[in-house]
């Protein structure tokens, strides 16, 4: 019977800790005692600070996180690494630091992969020899598919197989044992490509959605579950959204009745009126079908039908509806852009942010200049350009785009002190803590709140249902931004490339970890930076990418030292590269399903016609 212990009457069982730990203990309390025995009072504070760190250095890792040896790491998720970055995707992602879920340090919790519901159209490239043109389709096909995959959902081509695997195909076969025409055999085999396919989305694939994110009719077809089948009035038969099971059973109802069919040149025409609803009141999708070419384009309308200028036109038509998409997006945006700039010196970190900006800012080229797209008024991008604005902080705003680069804590703290070489001692006694994070929050949450609330806001801003769709967020260290016009579901106007970042060999050398970069003001002033303030720092930037994939020891310590006295700014840093690292292996995890199929990046993929 061990000793009972009591604190204020109540009874406490005391575990001595291990063994390790308890010599450990000792050691802090004799070295703790010996400083402060033979130290005058001033330097104890320094002194002890010293003995500390020197502990921690010397102390194993698994002392350092007592969790990390007795606790089940969450599984490995398929497809949840890309590079240095992994994640694992969970409703647990708003707390504020992932390694307390996923105890490594190196996983990010991510919130989990939003439902992409299927959106399909019907492809069949049948009496068409021309190379030229089918290659322009091809084109149109990659373009509708980028744009639906940007508003959040699976883009999936059908092709003729797809409705030959409906067993409901016999019924067409018999069909056409008398006088049938082409266009409704068409029509036919597309309803039965979806039903073989099953509950989704049916568009054509001129009909692309040209809305804000968060429109009504894409969030509703975003949901993915439909009520029966349902019918999108004034787009020409173009857009249906349906449940697998009542789409068999509207095909197999209308499928009988030929004469209907043959009347009607549609099976929603010739289907029942019990077996699919209507919905009026929509203008979230542009259709681009010959009736309003030839209303609304002229100059396309006349190259597509001129003798032999089909492909022209169909290039001409893939340019407008590029520049279409991007004038939507403008106007969506209509307070512009902002490129948040959160500490000193980030000229050059934010040099692919703002060339990003100033690329959406551009018009994309169109055939018919101050044209609208057919579904909505707009404001053309000819008469009315968007503005750019830096700011110091992060704005929640509907109708603001915010693009900002978020520094890995050693960069921010070499540019924002502008010290080329920063050591330990400095990061613990004249670096504030997490003044990244503090400062791209200050206007959100004011100057009162803590990191760890913080950082949930920040991920709200990089993840969250609103954040993702009005922001983008990059990182300092890495140099190429790929995937854009997925994410933004159109092609960017090309701009002149950006100056290159390579120094010339003798720069080179003076910007490795330990040179000393002869410092400018130590102030920068306010106003614009100067040309050789920029030179600087991008030559400091250079230097933190390379430290930071630097291998050596004594580096690794300072990197492990920094990230530690700022856990909300590395947090913050980690879970952005995470999140487009994520969205990247998304996108190509998709396309290599895809692949084979008409519209694929790749270009032209299986042979079927
Ligand atoms: C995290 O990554 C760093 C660098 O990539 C590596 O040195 C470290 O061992 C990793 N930590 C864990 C717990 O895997
Ligand atoms: C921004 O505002 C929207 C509502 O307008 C809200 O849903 C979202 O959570 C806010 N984001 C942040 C980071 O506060
Ligand atoms: C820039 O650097 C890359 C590799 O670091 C090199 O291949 C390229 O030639 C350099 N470009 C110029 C203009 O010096
Ligand atoms: C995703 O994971 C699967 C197997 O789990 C693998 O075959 C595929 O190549 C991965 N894709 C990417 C893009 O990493």
Same mark, same amino acid.
């Given at each position: ?20 730990? &308890? ?44 969790? +990390? ?22 409703? @647990? ?26 959106? /399909?159209?019907? /492809? ?27 508003? #959040? ?32 055999? /068409? ?7 979806? #039903? ?27 949901? #993915? ?115 948040? @700039? ?14 990003? +900006? ?38 929640? &705003? ?6 900002? +680069? ?12 502008? @010290? ?35 950082? $949930?806001?920040?991920?709200?801003? $990089? ?66 930076? @100067? ?46 590269? +995470? ?31």
């Amino acid at each position: 019977m061990p000793v009972q212990r009591t604190i204020f009457g109540r009874p406490v069982v005391l575990h001595m800790p291990p063994r390790r730990f &308890q010599i450990l203990f000792a050691f802090i309390i004799f070295l703790l005692t010996t400083i402060i025995l033979f130290s005058g009072p001033e330097n104890v504070k320094e002194k002890v600070e010293e003995a500390t760190e020197k502990i921690l250095e010397g102390i194993p890792a698994s002392i350092h996180n007592p969790f +990390a040896a007795s606790s089940h790491k969450p599984p490995v998720q398929d497809n949840s690494t890309s590079g240095e970055s992994s994640w694992f995707s969970d409703w @647990k992602w708003r707390h504020p630091f992932s390694s307390s879920v996923t105890f490594d340090e190196n996983r990010s919790v991510l919130p989990p992969l939003k439902n992409r519901p299927y959106v /399909y159209t019907y /492809y069949e490239s049948k009496n068409k020899k021309d190379n030229a043109a089918l290659d322009a389709e091809e084109k149109l096909l990659l373009i509708w598919r980028r744009a639906w995959w940007a508003q #959040g959902f699976r883009p999936v081509v059908l092709v003729p197989a797809d409705a030959m695997n409906n067993p409901l195909y016999e019924k067409l076969q018999i069909l056409k044992t008398q006088e049938f025409p082409d266009a409704l055999e /068409y029509d036919i085999s597309r309803w039965l490509a979806w #039903g073989h396919m099953g509950t989704g989305v049916l568009a054509n694939w001129l009909a692309l959605p040209m809305a804000p994110y968060d429109d009504k009719l894409l969030s509703f077809l975003r949901r #993915g579950e439909y009520p029966g089948v349902i019918r999108y009035d004034g787009l020409q038969n173009s857009l249906f959204c349906g449940e697998s099971g009542a789409i068999n059973d509207l095909l197999t109802s209308t499928l009988d009745k030929s004469n209907d069919l043959i009347a009607a040149m549609s099976v929603i025409d010739a289907a029942d009126k019990s077996k699919y609803t209507s919905d009026p009141q929509h203008d979230a999708i542009a259709l681009y079908d010959l009736k309003s070419i030839r209303a609304n384009y002229k100059a396309v309308d006349e190259t597509l039908t001129r003798e032999g200028g089909q492909a022209e036109g169909l290039v001409m038509l893939g340019a407008l509806i590029n520049a279409h998409l991007h004038i939507v997006w403008q106007n969506t945006f209509s307070a512009g852009i902002a490129v948040v @700039k959160a500490l000193r010196h980030m000229t050059t970190v934010l040099e692919p942010a703002m060339h990003i +900006a100033k690329s959406l800012q551009k018009c994309s080229p169109s055939p018919v200049a101050n044209s609208c797209p057919p579904n909505r008024k707009c404001q053309p991008c000819e008469a009315h350009e968007i503005e750019i604005r830096e700011l110091s902080t992060y704005k929640n &705003q509907s109708n603001l785009f915010v693009i900002s +680069a978020v520094p890995h804590p050693y960069t921010a703290a070499t540019l924002d002190n502008w @010290k080329p070489s920063i050591d330990i001692p400095f990061i613990r006694r004249e670096s504030a803590r997490d003044p990244w994070l503090f400062a791209v929050t200050k206007e959100l949450l004011g100057p009162a709140v803590s990191s760890q609330s913080r950082i $949930v806001h920040f991920k709200d801003a $990089v993840a969250g249902e609103h954040g993702a769709s009005h922001s983008l967020w990059l990182t300092a260290e890495r140099e190429t931004h790929k995937d854009l016009n997925w994410i933004f579901g159109f092609d960017l106007p090309a701009l002149p490339e950006p100056p290159p970042t390579n120094t010339t060999a003798a720069e080179d050398e003076a910007s490795t970890e330990s040179a000393d970069v002869p410092l400018l003001d130590e102030e920068i002033r306010p106003g614009e930076p @100067k040309e050789r303030e920029i030179k600087q720092e991008r030559q400091m930037l250079k230097a933190a990418r390379a430290a930071l994939r630097s291998r050596s020891g004594k580096m690794m310590r300072l990197k492990g030292a920094v990230e530690m006295w700022n856990l909300a700014d590395t947090e913050a840093w980690k879970f952005t590269r +995470a999140f487009s690292a994520r969205r990247r292996v998304e996108r190509l995890r998709w396309e290599e399903e895809e692949k084979k199929f008409a519209g694929a990046e790749k270009g032209r993929g299986a042979k079927w016609w």
